[in-house]
C-alpha cells in the first residue's frame, strides 16, 4: 500500500440530499444497563452530535430528527424534565458553537407548550443561524398530524378572509403550510430501535421516502450505521408510481 494512499470513504455515493431520522431506543439503553431513562437520552444526545456532524462531512444538506412528539407528553414528569433539560444543555451549547459548526438550526412543531426560556433559546438559535446552509430540523412537539390539521386551519382562514378560493388549494401550496416550508421531503427515513412504525412522523413530507428500520438502539447507532442505511438507499429502486 502506498504511504500516503487515501483510506476509501465507506459511503461512495452520493448521499441524499434530506435525511430524517426517528431517534428511538433511549429509554431500552438505558434499561439494559439498569441506568435512569433520563441517561438513556444523555447517550442519545451524544449519538445526536456524532451522526449530525457526519450528515455534514458527507455532504448532507438536511437532517430532521424526531426529538420529542406530541404523544411523548404522556411521560412521567421526571422523564420530560430531563429531556428538556438536556436540550436546554444542547442549545445553550450550539449557540456558544454556532460559528464552528455553521449550521442552521430549525424547529418542526408547535413551540408554545416548551418554556418560555426554551422557547427563546430556539429563537435565538433559529436566527442566530439564519445564513448557514446544512440544516437541521429539529422537531419537537411535533405531531405529523398535528402538523397536517395546522396547515388545514391556516388554508380554511385565507379562505374565510376571502383571499383565496377553495380550489386554490395545491399540493405544494399546501406543503407551504407546513413547519417543513422550503424544505424538500426526505427521500431517506431512518428508525433505529427495531420499531416497524413511524409514530406520527413527517406523514406527509414522507409519502415518497424509503424507509430503512435498524436493529440499534439509537444510543448505540453510529457512523457505520448511517453509511449502511445511505448504502440501503442506494439499492432501493425508487418508481414513484411509474414502471
Ligand atoms: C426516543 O427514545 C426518545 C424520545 C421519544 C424522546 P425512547 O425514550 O422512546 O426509547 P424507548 O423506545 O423507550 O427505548
Ligand atoms: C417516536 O418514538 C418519537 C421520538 C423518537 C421522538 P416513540 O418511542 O415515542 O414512539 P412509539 O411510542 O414507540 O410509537
Ligand atoms: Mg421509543
Known sequence: MALFEK????????????IAI????NGRWAKNRGLPRTAGHAA??????????????????????????????KRSEEE???????????????MRDMEKNRVRFCFFGDLTRLSPELQELCAQAESASMDYDVQVNFCLNYGGR???????????????AGECSPEALTEDGFSDLMYSAGVPDPELVIRPSGELRLSNFLLWQSAYSE???MNVLWPDFKEKDLDAAI???HRRNRRFGGV
Open 146 to 160: 398535528d402538523e397536517i390539521v395546522r396547515a388545514a386551519r391556516a388554508f380554511a382562514a385565507k379562505v374565510a
Open 211 to 213: 424507509f430503512v428500520y
Open 44 to 73: 442519545g444526545a451524544e449519538t445526536f452530535r456524532r451522526i449530525a456532524n457526519h450528515c455534514r462531512a458527507l455532504g448532507v444538506e438536511y437532517l430532521t430528527v424526531y426529538a420529542f412528539s406530541t404523544e411523548n407528553w
Open 80 to 94: 420530560i424534565s430531563g429531556i428538556m433539560k438536556l436540550l436546554k444543555n444542547y442549545l445553550m451549547e450550539a
Open 231 to 233: 448504502a440501503e438507499f
Open 7 to 18: 483510506k476509501k470513504p465507506e459511503v461512495q455515493l452520493a448521499p441524499p440530499r434530506h
Open 22 to 25: 426517528i431517534m428511538d431506543g
